[in-house]
């Protein structure tokens, strides 16, 4: 039986795309980063951090191929190459923690082989041999599967067009007539827009407007992560605070039942506010720098309770999200009789799902913390915060509860960040 597609994965497990560390964010495209002027200790720290609040949010984390072979800047295949041969990440390649996701299984079986052959078409001078064989080496140990049958995404224009269509006023001259026949062109001759076949076009076309250049790497990332959202679901697709995209749902499952969830719930920013609620920010810190083996320890029976707890609690808090900024927007949290009303559903959210209080408490409080607030709506929306906390608070003494299903986890957790034994009294 060959590989399992992302789909039928996601199926068995709860998984989660991590494009961030890859050939398409924009933060690695821009210009003056392959002057190797970044920080290369804080951008590694950054998807260490990054991958470790993941894997303690998901079964899997899913890393496309392309994303560590497809790079073309010097500073950008410097980094991921570094990323990815490091000891930690190789340890959850083999735990099986990072799944790698290839393409072209119509054409060959070897995955590996498929994306290596790609991604030799423009800087193949990047992909060092001894770098080529590391990755062959991860793989090896790593359980496969696959993202695209076919060579490419032939639906992704549908995606990429309309934010090309709304970057024509930041083009000059013949740019934008020229990129859209670029687009349509590849699309044509290949079925899909293959960044080796359109990048280095791109980079030609807008060598006098580093501008519009930035924007297309910009539409074209996001594109991506729509894309991924719809088609790979129910694998979410995880945005950062870098690309951050508010309003764009992932499609869930929950036992057999489908969930539409706010993306941005997911992201590794949010989770680290929920989880310093929880155990504070000075373990938080030491649970992003402990050995790769303690973390893989800790995704025992209790974490996969918490687990499952967590992301039932952000069906609920996804609503609560879109009840709270529909709220500010509409400058409705001037009314104390709407503000009540506006708790009132929130807390008849939370009895119909039967969430525990406890995480409801710390997720609430990551929502709000990480929740854009005007200037002028800042006292307001932090009144709101204190009314919904006050009543959860005073919900949670009545029902004399000590944390729900999730506490066994944080007690866990807490003691083998502070180096001692958990106790029975501490259950």
């Known amino acids: 039986m060959g590989a399992p597609t992302i789909k039928e994965f996601a199926h068995q497990s709860r998984c989660v795309m991590y494009n961030d560390l890859g050939h398409l964010e924009p933060h690695y495209l821009a210009r003056n980063f392959s002057d190797n002027s970044y920080e290369e200790c804080d951008e590694i720290a950054f998807h260490k951090a990054n991958i470790y ?37 190789r340890a959850l390649v083999s735990a099986g923690v990072i799944v790698l996701c290839g393409w072209g299984a119509r054409k060959s079986d070897d995955l590996v082989k498929n994306q290596i052959e790609y991604s030799l078409m423009y800087k193949g001078e990047l992909k060092t041999s001894h770098y080529i064989n590391d990755v062959r080496a991860i793989s090896s140990a790593a359980k496969l599967i696959i993202r695209e049958d076919a060579d490419g995404e032939e639906d992704f224009i549908k995606f990429l067009m309309p934010k090309i269509n709304r970057m024509r006023d930041c083009m000059v001259d013949h740019e934008f007539s020229d990129l859209c026949d670029v687009i349509t062109h590849t699309q044509e001759s290949v079925k899909y827009i293959g960044l080796m076949e359109v990048f280095p076009t791109v980079r030609k076309l807008f060598q006098q407007n580093e501008k519009a250049e930035m924007w297309f790497y910009v539409a074209y990332f996001r594109s991506f992560q729509e894309y991924s959202s719809k088609y790979y679901a129910p694998a979410v697709t995880v945005d950062t605070k870098r690309q951050n995209m508010p309003g764009r749902q992932s499609e869930i499952l929950i036992g057999e039942h489908k969930e539409s969830v706010t993306s941005s719930l997911y992201s590794p920013d949010f989770f680290r506010k929920y989880i310093e609620k929880r155990i504070g920010r000075h373990r938080v810190n030491k649970l992003l720098g402990i050995d790769v083996q303690k973390l893989l320890y800790i995704r025992n029976g209790d974490w996969k309770v918490f687990m499952d707890e967590y992301h039932r609690s952000l069906v609920t808090v996804s609503k609560i999200h879109w009840v709270a900024e529909n709220a500010l927007l509409s400058s409705f949290l001037l009314n104390d009789e709407i503000v009540d009303n506006t708790v009132n559903d929130i807390m008849a959210l939370m009895h119909e799902n039967n969430v525990d209080i406890t995480n409801m408490l710390a997720i609430i409080s990551g929502v709000i913390a990480t929740t854009a607030t005007p200037g002028p709506f800042l006292p307001i929306m932090l009144m709101f915060k204190d009314r919904i906390l006050n009543v959860i608070n005073s919900l949670r003494r009545s029902l004399n509860r000590k944390g729900g299903h999730t506490q066994a986890f944080i007690n866990k957790l807490t003691c083998l960040l502070e180096g001692r034994y958990l106790i029975l009294s501490e259950l």
Do not use: E, M, P, Y
């Open 53 to 89: 609040l993941l894997s303690l949010q998901f079964d899997h984390i899913l890393i496309c191929l392309d994303n560590v072979l497809s790079f073309t800047r010097t500073g950008q295949a410097d980094l991921i190459s570094k990323v990815v041969v490091s000891d930690w990440f």
